[in-house]
Every structure is written in structure tokens, then in C-alpha cells.
């Protein structure tokens, strides 16, 4: 792994238009950790952490109901899942973070698992809102928001508008911003053709598209890579649930919200990561920008690493995030 500051990034070339226009991919995540050091002890209520398990729904101001999940108690990590998937993404990291004594908190997002398929609002203001409403709901103070792909977009547009006083850290995991989109502002950024693309192909098979996503999302493509079947099924499973209008509509929201703005107003210790084999999110117009733009931000790239690696490299990317938290 290679630790960066904001001012001395480098990485991996890629041609990004072959890599995405050629597969027609798309942007989200997965979060299954591999390394439960505590996992055993949390199963008999012998952590710090041990204490309620549960979920509920919070109700946002147009009174669409957002699902949630939130265990234990300590600081409380609300974590910001990608498109298309859902809370059940961050499973991994919830059972890691709550086995070292901290509040763990997902949700759904609008038109995403179990909360309400919405064929409004979904776009990262309303998104942002969304996420007041459950903290609000919850309670939640001097909490550490944790995002990945589309994830961290909201995680941005949050903390910039809403975060004031409720936000200790932030962590950004090969998250979207500034902007994916090429524009003339942004010419490194990906044509609008791609993102046409994934409209079309959701709008034409959905079913057959979010099963062919997650072979470059993992790397399962690279040489020497065997697919995990049960992790691929479970980003399948995760996307099927949510509603296909507000999935279609997400694709907007992730690829066309500029988030400058948002990401020099975020004050808090921020960290961005991502791997620079990231086959969805291009890391150079990605977590390199991000960092030139962050106040105050570390910026770790990983050698060789997926979109996915939350999942798929949880050993390594956990105790990185932990570090920073404790830190």
C-alpha cells in the first residue's frame, strides 16, 4: 500500500473509457470484513460494545419511510452504501466495528433495499436530507461517517450541509466525487455515453445487467482472479430488492452532482481511500482530486486493489479505517 498526502499522489494508467464504455459497469459497493478478532467474544455479550441489536424505519420529510440498522452502543459509525446495494453491504464492517466497541449504524437508502422505492427525489440533496432525518431520528452526535462509492458522495453532501456539530471523522472509500462526468471543467472524467449506457442496459435487463457488474467491481477479471460466487450473488440480491426507477434515477446523482463545492467546505479529519485498480471509479479522477480539494485529509492508495475491496480485502481496509478513527 502506498501513503499518500494530498499534495504527491501518483498511480497506475488506465484508459477509463475502455474500461467502463466496453463493460458497461457501474458504481457501488460491498463491505464484508474477514478479520472478526473479537467476533467470538461479541457472540456471549463480552465486548464493550455489547448491547441492543436492532432496526427500524425513520420518515423523511416527504414521508418516505428509510430503513436502518443500528447496533450496539459507543461512538456511533454510520455507514453510507453504494448504488445499487443497500445497508446489508456494510454487514462486514458492522460486525468488525461493533466487536471494538462502537455504535454501528446503516441504512437504505431512498428507492435502495428496504426502504421506499421512491420515484422522487433521488438526487444527493435529498439523499443528504435522508440521512439527517435518521440521525436526527437516532440521535447521533461526534459520529464518524463512513462512505463508499455513491456512498461517499452522500457522505460528502452531508457533512457539508448537515454535519455542523454532529461529525467528529469522515471516510471516503473510491467514492465519486467531485464529479464523475467529463465536463469541461472535469476533462478527465468519463463521457456521458457511458452513464447512458448503464441507463439503457438497466432499463433493457436489469436482472442480467447487476449480474454482470460485479466481475470487474471485484477485479474477478484480472488475471489469476476466480469469482466468488456467493459475493456476487449477494451484490445481485442487494440490487434486485430496490426499485428500478430510483436506481435508473441514481445514476445522475452519482455521475453528474459536481461536489467541489462540498468537499472544500468538509472541515473534519477526512479519510480518503482507494485502490488504483479500481476498474469503476478511476482513482485519478477520483481520491487524487478529492485530496487536493479536502482540508484536512490523509490519502492512502492501495497497489492492485478493486472497486470492492471493502469486501473482498476487508483484512486490510478495517484496520486502516480503525487506525484513522482512533487516531
Known amino acids: 500500500m502506498r501513503d499518500h498526502d494530498a499534495s504527491n499522489g501518483q498511480g497506475a494508467d488506465f484508459t477509463r473509457r475502455g474500461i467502463l464504455a466496453g463493460a458497461g459497469l457501474t458504481v457501488g459497493a460491498a463491505a464484508l470484513s474477514t478479520t472478526l478478532p473479537e467476533a467470538a467474544q461479541a457472540a456471549t455479550g463480552g465486548t464493550p460494545s455489547s448491547g441492543p441489536v436492532g432496526d427500524g424505519y425513520a420518515t423523511a420529510a416527504d414521508g418516505s ?3 436502518y440498522k443500528d447496533w450496539g452502543r459507543g461512538q456511533p459509525i454510520f455507514f453510507h452504501h453504494g448504488w445499487p446495494l443497500s445497508a446489508d453491504d456494510w454487514d462486514g464492517q458492522m460486525l468488525y466495528f461493533s466487536s471494538h466497541g462502537y455504535r454501528v449504524i446503516a441504512m437504505d437508502r431512498r428507492g435502495h433495499g428496504r426502504s421506499t422505492q421512491t420515484t422522487t427525489g433521488n438526487d444527493m440533496d435529498t439523499y443528504a436530507a435522508d440521512v439527517d432525518a435518521v440521525v436526527k431520528k437516532l ?9 463508499h462509492s455513491t456512498g461517499g458522495g452522500e457522505v460528502a453532501r452531508y457533512v457539508a450541509r448537515f454535519g455542523q456539530g454532529k461529525v467528529a471523522k469522515a471516510v471516503l472509500v473510491a467514492s465519486v466525487p467531485p464529479i464523475m462526468v467529463q465536463t469541461p471543467s472535469n476533462p478527465g472524467g468519463l463521457p456521458r455515453s457511458v452513464f447512458d449506457g448503464f441507463r439503457t442496459q438497466l432499463a433493457a435487463n436489469r436482472a442480467d445487467f447487476y449480474w454482470q457488474v460485479p466481475i470487474p467491481f471485484y477485479g474477478f477479471n484480472r488475471p489469476g482472479k476466480s469469482v466468488i460466487e ?43 481511500l482507494q485502490g488504483d485498480d479500481d476498474q469503476i471509479v478511476p482513482f485519478k479522477d477520483a481520491s487524487l482530486l ?27 481496509l478495517n484496520p486502516d479505517i480503525l487506525a484513522f478513527i482512533k487516531g
Request: glycine share 10%.
Open 230 to 272: 456467493g459475493v456476487r450473488q449477494n451484490w445481485w440480491r442487494q440490487g434486485m430488492m430496490g426499485g428500478a426507477q430510483a436506481q435508473y434515477d441514481c445514476i445522475k446523482a452519482f455521475s453528474e452532482t459536481d461536489q467541489t463545492e462540498d468537499l472544500k467546505a468538509i472541515k473534519v479529519p477526512t479519510l480518503v
Open 290 to 316: 478529492q485530496a487536493k480539494l479536502l482540508p484536512n485529509n490523509r490519502l492512502k492508495i492501495y497497489p492492485g486493489l478493486s472497486h470492492g475491496m471493502l469486501t473482498v480485502n476487508g483484512d486490510i
Open 65 to 67: 419511510r428509510l430503513y
Open 139 to 147: 440521535g447521533l452526535r461526534d459520529a464518524i461517517h463512513i462512505g
